[in-house]
């Protein structure tokens, strides 16, 4: 049975999923996921994605979703060895699910690619609010950049592939709902991200 990745293709954490994969190198099949139908309850009870089914066993949320690729799959380790650089992988994961995730992906992104293409509204005020918020935590990020190639060393892991897709959305707005402007060493990490041929192989059309 094949691999199969409930989710979006537009999704960040859909695409955080699909990073690790094919950082891996492992096939899957990315399945619509449509998170109005009573059905899909039952892969994920909040509604989310992405979900993770393989022979049986089924797993949601990205983060959980993306260890378990890089535990049960072989291929180049996306977790460091050393548990100090371990520790603070996880701690970057942490704070992007925390602090950047709940600004730019629910304050920001939703609103302008999701809900206004529907027509549905959106208040202005509370976008440019949480644009604000998460420029303030990725400058944390950006500080962090300075000391390392890495968000967790010298290798990406998957707190890289985490934030990589929030940072490639937010480059798309304009104006005061850009997040992602004036953090140099952010912007030269996600040049890093760029050249990644699995950065290239998960671009939403």
Known sequence: MPLLLHGSAAST?????????????????????NLRAAEYAELHPW???????????????????????????????????DPRERARMTQWMSAINDYVAPAAVRGVLIPRFVLAPRGLPVDDA????????????????????????WLAGDRPTLADWLLAPIVASGAGLTGADRYTDDLPHLAAWFDRVNQRPSFAATRPN
């Open 126 to 149: 509370k976008v440019h609010a949480s644009a604000e918020k998460a420029k303030a935590a990725l400058a944390v990020f950006d500080a962090a950049l300075t000391h390392t190639v």
């Open 47 to 81: 509604r989310k994605m992405p979900v993770l089914e393989h022979d049986g066993f089924r797993v949601y949320e990205a983060a959980a979703v993306m260890r378990y690729v890089d535990e049960a799959f072989a291929g180049p380790a996306l977790q460091p060895a």
């Open 13 to 33: 954490f859909t695409r955080s999923a699909r990073l690790a994969l094919a950082e891996k190198g492992v096939p899957y099949e990315l399945v619509p996921a």
